[in-house]
């Protein structure tokens, strides 16, 4: 049986990110895009990443280009994730999300969450520390409205 502990990614440095280094952790795992209404998002997912990785939360950005929002090259998105929000949790090469080509992380994603195909950039899907998935988020879902449920999963950590 296929666990999310099956998955490996590539970050934009070539790195491989192996879902197995996430065991034991809550992951927020995020189609994103750098031209989208919702790209301000990213600012929230780097506060929560902030706030939280020191106590066994993480989150990934997977960028797609699969609704014609996002820049031509990975260099390109990871210099403007980092230069206008700042970002430093993992982004990976950027991915499809949705038919032909589909990285096997959403297949994976979607069968255990339910809702169909991916709609648009930054639908979310939170992963328990036991690997399994606990929600997806609509893309319009602001990251800090999450933050109870990501407190919950991790254990009911106390906020700094």
């Not at 690997?131 to 879902?141: D, I, K, M, N, W």
Request: net charge negative.
């Amino acid at each position: 049986m296929t666990t999310v502990y099956d998955f490996t990614e590539t970050e934009m440095s070539n790195q491989p990110i192996d879902f197995n280094d996430y065991k034991g952790k809550v992951v927020l795992i995020v189609n994103t895009a750098s031209k989208c209404g919702f790209t301000p998002q990213l600012t929230g997912l780097e506060a929560l990443y902030k706030q939280y990785k020191d106590k066994g939360f993480e989150v990934l950005g997977l960028p797609s280009n699969q609704f014609n929002q996002e820049l031509d090259s990975d260099e390109a998105t990871h210099n403007f994730c980092q230069m206008h929000f700042g970002v430093t949790f993992p982004m990976t090469k950027h991915v499809k999300v949705n038919g032909e080509g589909e990285d096997g992380l959403y297949t994976y994603l979607k069968s255990q969450a339910g809702h169909g195909p991916i709609e648009w950039n930054f639908t979310k899907f939170l992963v328990g520390r036991d690997g399994e998935v606990l929600g997806r988020f609509a893309p319009g879902t602001p990251p800090e409205s999450l933050e109870p449920t990501i407190i919950a999963a991790l254990g009911n950590v106390a906020e700094d």
